[in-house]
């Protein structure tokens, strides 16, 4: 299974902007979250 990491700061909205749009694909392509 694929790995994907995200590298962020706490309060940072675009991080969680960005970890919500690959939270939402998690599923359709099957990798693993860190």
Same mark, same amino acid.
């Given at each position: 299974?694929?790995?994907?990491? +995200?590298?962020?700061?706490?309060? %940072?909205?675009? %991080?969680? +902007?960005? +970890? $919500?749009?690959?939270?939402?694909?998690?599923?359709? @392509?099957? @990798? $693993?979250?860190?």
């Amino acid at each position: 299974m694929k790995k994907v990491t +995200i590298y962020s700061r706490t309060g %940072c909205h675009l %991080c969680e +902007i960005a +970890i $919500d749009k690959v939270k939402s694909v998690k599923n359709e @392509f099957n @990798f $693993d979250l860190q």
